[in-house]
C-alpha cells in the first residue's frame, strides 16, 4: 500500500501484464485521491501530528466548549490530581504562584473577622455612658477612627519590662534596659541562648536566613517579640498583650539606631561602650503606660451598695439612738428618789428593767413614757419598799399623818419635828401614830400647840369660877344668880360641843355646899339639894344632864369663926370639870 | 567594655562542659546540650587592664548523632578546642572540626585544650600530635578539669590572642 503513492510505478516482478496494467489504469483514474486518502490515514495514525492539529483548534474549542460546563466538569478532576502533583512535586512553585493572591486575602479574611467583631463591641459599648467612653467617643470622632477600635487600643493591657540590643552575627548585647522591679538575669546569656534558638530554629527548618523568629511566647502572659535588623535585633520582653502599633515603634528605634551606628557596624570588635548612649531611648520605649482599664460597676450595684448602708446607717443610728434613750433613762431612774435599780438588760431587742420603788417616789412609768423607747420593748417589774433617806420618811409621815393647815413637819436623822396648831385629836393621832412610821425614831413636838386643849383649859377655868350663892336655909339660889346658872350653861354646852371634838369625856360635877352653922345633916342635905336644885336649872337650859352629876358638900369639921359675911360665901354651888382621857392631863 | 563570643568546640565527652563548669557564670542547665546543642554561660577577665566579658558557646560535643552546627560558629572571636588526652580520636575530631570551621567563618584565633591530663598512665598522645598542632600555630594547653589545672590559663590565652595583645 505504500508504494500506492508513486506517480512512476513499475512493473512488479511477481505481478502479471494484466495486474499490472489494471493497476496501472487505477493509478491513472483515483491516483490523487488515494494518495490524499492514504495521506490523511497516516496523519491519524500520527500522534505529534494530531497534538499539533489538536493545540490550532483546543483554544478555540475550550472556548465554544466553556458555553457550558460539560468541559469544566470534565477537566476538574484531572485539574485537582494534577494541582496535588504539583504541591508534592514542588510546593514553592504553587506558594510563589498563589502569594501574591494568598496574602491579602488572609489580611481581608483577618479585616472582616476583625471588623465583625469590633461592631459587634461597637454595638456592645454604644450602649454603656460612662466619663471614660465619652472621652474615648472624642478621640474616635477626632481620628475618624470606630469607637471600637479605640477601645481596643485603650484597654490592652501590657508592659514592655525589658530591651536588649543584640548584635546580630556574634548575639552580644550591646545595651539593655529593664522596667522598675524586672528581676534581671545575665542578658548576655539569655541574649546568647536567644540567639543560638534562632540559629537552632533556621537550622532545623532549613529557613534561607531571610525568615526570623520574631515572637516567642511563654505561659500565656509574656512573650518576647524579636525585631529584626542588618546588624541588630532587638529582643522586647512583654508581659500583657501590646498593641501591634508598639511593632511600628520598635522598628522606627531599631531604624533609628543602624542609621546612628553606621559607621561602628562594619568594625564592631566586642566593644560594647559606644552603644552605651542610645540606652535612654531604649529606656523610652520601656515607659509604656500600663493601661488599666477600671471595671466599671453597675449602677444597680451602687444602688444595693448604698441601699445596704443606708440600712446598716439607719440601724445603726436607730440602735445608737435606742441606746441613748436607754442610757438616759437608766441614769434618770438612778437618780430618782425612792428608786432602786436591781437589774437593767437588754435581751432580744427588748429592755427589762427591775427594781425597789418607794411608794412616795415618782411613778417609773413617767420617766419610761418620757424615755420615748417604744412602751412594748420595754418591761419593768417593781418591788415595794421603804426608802430611809429623811425626805421620803417625811412624805410618808405626811402621807399618813395628814397635818392639817397651820402644822408643819420635817424629818433629821429619824427625828420628825412637828410644829405650829393641830387640833387635839389630830396630836393624839400623831402619838398614836408617828413612831410606827418607817424610818421615824422619835418625835419632836415642843412646839407644837395644842388649840382644843387651851379652850378646854379656858372653858374649864371659866367655869369653875362661876359660884351659885344661896341665902341661909334655902336650897333655891338666890334670884340675882340666874345669871351666873346662865353663863355656867352656856360654857358647859361649850365644853360638851368640845368633848365631842376632841373624843374626850368630859364631866361637870355640880357641887352643892352649905355653911358651918346648924346640924350637919341639916347642912348635907341642905348642900345636895343645893346641887340637884342647880343641876335641874342648868337641865332647863337645855345642858345635857348626862354630862352633870350633883354632889352635896357640907363644910364640916373645923369650926370657921367669921362674920355673916364670911359665912355667906360658904352657901353656894361650884362646878367642878373632870375629863377622862389617859394621856390629857387637865389640870394644869 | 569589650564582650567577644568564642566557642568551645571538640568531640563528644572530651570534658568541654566540666572544664568550664566551676570557672564561668551559668544560667542555663546542661539539657539545652541536647536540645537546642549549645549552652552559653559568661566569663569575665581583665586583659591587658581592660574588662572583657567573653559570652563561651559551649557547643554539644560531636558525634555519631550530632554534628556541630556551623551556624552556632557565627559572629565568633576565637575557638577553644577540646582534646581528650585519653582518646587520640579526639584530636582527630578537633582538628576535622577546624577545618570545617575555618571553611565556615574563616581562621580565627584559636587553642588547643588537652584536657584530662590527670590521666596520665591512659595518655594517647604522640609527641608527634603535639608537633603537628604547633606547625599550625595553635597553642596547646595541657588541662584537668578534675584538678583545675590551667583552665583559667587558657580563656586568659584566648582573650589575649582575640584582643590582639602582643
Redesign the interface.
Known amino acids: 500500500m505504500v508504494e500506492a503513492g508513486r506517480k512512476d510505478s513499475k512493473r512488479e516482478p511477481s505481478e502479471t501484464p494484466d495486474v499490472y496494467q489494471w493497476r496501472e489504469l487505477r493509478d491513472l483514474l483515483n491516483g490523487p485521491e488515494r494518495q490524499h486518502l492514504e495521506e490523511i490515514s497516516d496523519h491519524l495514525n500520527d500522534p505529534v501530528y494530531q497534538a499539533k492539529a489538536i493545540s490550532k483548534v483546543l483554544s478555540e474549542a475550550i472556548t465554544l466548549g466553556s458555553k457550558n460546563d460539560r468541559i469544566a466538569k470534565a477537566l476538574q478532576p484531572n485539574i485537582d490530581v494534577a494541582l496535588k502533583a504539583s504541591v508534592q512535586k514542588n510546593p514553592k512553585a504553587i506558594t510563589d504562584a498563589i502569594f501574591p493572591v494568598l496574602g491579602p486575602a488572609i489580611r481581608k479574611a483577618i479585616v472582616a473577622t476583625l471588623m465583625r467583631m469590633i461592631q459587634s463591641l461597637n454595638h456592645t459599648l454604644n450602649q454603656s455612658v460612662s466619663v471614660r467612653g465619652l472621652q474615648w467617643r472624642w478621640e474616635a470622632f477626632r481620628s475618624r477612627r470606630p469607637y471600637a477600635e479605640i477601645v481596643l487600643l485603650k484597654t490592652l493591657i501590657y508592659r514592655v519590662e525589658q530591651i536588649f540590643l543584640i548584635?546580630?552575627?556574634?548575639?552580644?548585647?550591646l545595651v539593655q534596659a529593664a522596667a522598675d522591679l524586672v528581676e534581671l538575669?545575665?542578658p548576655?546569656?539569655?541574649s546568647?541562648?536567644l540567639?543560638?534558638?534562632q540559629?537552632?530554629v533556621?537550622?532545623s527548618f532549613r529557613n534561607e536566613g531571610e525568615e526570623m523568629l520574631d515572637t516567642l511566647r511563654m505561659d500565656g502572659d509574656h512573650s518576647v517579640w524579636i525585631e529584626q535588623g542588618a546588624e541588630a535585633v532587638l529582643c522586647v520582653v512583654i508581659r500583657g498583650t501590646p498593641p501591634l502599633e508598639l511593632r511600628d515603634r520598635l522598628r522606627a528605634l531599631l531604624d533609628e539606631i543602624h542609621h546612628l551606628f553606621e559607621k561602628q557596624w562594619p568594625q564592631f570588635?566586642?566593644?560594647?561602650?559606644a552603644f552605651a548612649m542610645v540606652k535612654p531611648k531604649l529606656e523610652e520605649a520601656l515607659d509604656v503606660k500600663e493601661m488599666v482599664p477600671k471595671r466599671r460597676v453597675s449602677p444597680l450595684i451602687w444602688i444595693l451598695v448604698a441601699a445596704i448602708v443606708a440600712i446598716i446607717g439607719f440601724g445603726v443610728w436607730f440602735e445608737y439612738g435606742q441606746y441613748k434613750k436607754w442610757t438616759r433613762l437608766l441614769g434618770l431612774l438612778r437618780a430618782e428618789p425612792g428608786i432602786v435599780l436591781l437589774k437593767s438588760e437588754r435581751e432580744n431587742g427588748r429592755f427589762l428593767i427591775e427594781g425597789f420603788k418607794d411608794p412616795q417616789a415618782r411613778d417609773p412609768e413617767e420617766l419610761i413614757t418620757r424615755s420615748e423607747i417604744d412602751a412594748e420593748n420595754i418591761e419593768s417589774r417593781w418591788l415595794p419598799f421603804y426608802a430611809m433617806d429623811d425626805d421620803f420618811i417625811l412624805r410618808r409621815s405626811e402621807e399618813i399623818l395628814q397635818p392639817p393647815q397651820g402644822v408643819v413637819m420635817a424629818v433629821a436623822h429619824g427625828v420628825l419635828d412637828v410644829s405650829g396648831e393641830a387640833s387635839h385629836r389630830w396630836i393624839k393621832r400623831l402619838e398614836r401614830h408617828a413612831t410606827s412610821i418607817a424610818g421615824v425614831e422619835n418625835i419632836r413636838r415642843n412646839l407644837l400647840i395644842d388649840a382644843d386643849m387651851d379652850s378646854l383649859r379656858r372653858l374649864k377655868r371659866d367655869l369653875e369660877g362661876q359660884d351659885v350663892y344661896f341665902s341661909t336655909g334655902r336650897s333655891e339660889p338666890d334670884s340675882d344668880q340666874d345669871k351666873v346658872i346662865d353663863r355656867a350653861a352656856d360654857l358647859i354646852r361649850q365644853l360638851l360641843a368640845l368633848q365631842a371634838q376632841m373624843e374626850v369625856m368630859v364631866r361637870i360635877a355640880v357641887i352643892g355646899h352649905a355653911d358651918p352653922t346648924g346640924k350637919p345633916d341639916f347642912n348635907f342635905n341642905l348642900s345636895q339639894q343645893r346641887a340637884t336644885s342647880v343641876l335641874r336649872l342648868l337641865t332647863v337650859r337645855k345642858v345635857d344632864p348626862l354630862a352633870l352629876s350633883a354632889t352635896g358638900r357640907p363644910e364640916d369639921g373645923g369650926v370657921v369663926e367669921g362674920t355673916s359675911r364670911d359665912l355667906e360665901l360658904f352657901r353656894k354651888v361650884t362646878f367642878k370639870l373632870m375629863v377622862t382621857e389617859d394621856q390629857v392631863k387637865i389640870d394644869d | 567594655m569589650i564582650k567577644k563570643k568564642i566557642c568551645m568546640i571538640g568531640a563528644f565527652a572530651v570534658g568541654k562542659t566540666s572544664l568550664v563548669q566551676q570557672h564561668v557564670h551559668s544560667i542555663f542547665s546542661e539539657k539545652y546540650h541536647t536540645t537546642v546543642g549549645v549552652k552559653i554561660d559568661k566569663k569575665t577577665m581583665v586583659v591587658a587592664g581592660r574588662q572583657v566579658d567573653l559570652i563561651i558557646w559551649d557547643l554539644h560535643g560531636e558525634d555519631d548523632f550530632q554534628t556541630v552546627q556551623m551556624s552556632y560558629l557565627r559572629g565568633s572571636s576565637g575557638f577553644i578546642y577540646v582534646v581528650d588526652g585519653t582518646r587520640r580520636s579526639t584530636l582527630d575530631i578537633a582538628m576535622k572540626l577546624k577545618g570545617r570551621a575555618d571553611q565556615a567563618v574563616g581562621p580565627l584565633p584559636a587553642i588547643v585544650a588537652l584536657n584530662k591530663c590527670d590521666l596520665e598512665s591512659r595518655w594517647e598522645m604522640a609527641t608527634d600530635d603535639i608537633h603537628r598542632l604547633a606547625q599550625e600555630k595553635i597553642p596547646v594547653i595541657q588541662t584537668s578539669a578534675k584538678t583545675g589545672l590551667s583552665v583559667e590559663p587558657v580563656f586568659q590565652a584566648l582573650a589575649e590572642l582575640v584582643l590582639e595583645v602582643p
Open positions: 548584635h546580630r552575627r556574634t548575639g552580644v548585647v538575669q545575665d548576655d546569656l539569655i546568647g541562648m540567639t543560638a534558638i540559629d537552632f533556621n537550622d570588635d566586642g566593644d560594647v561602650s
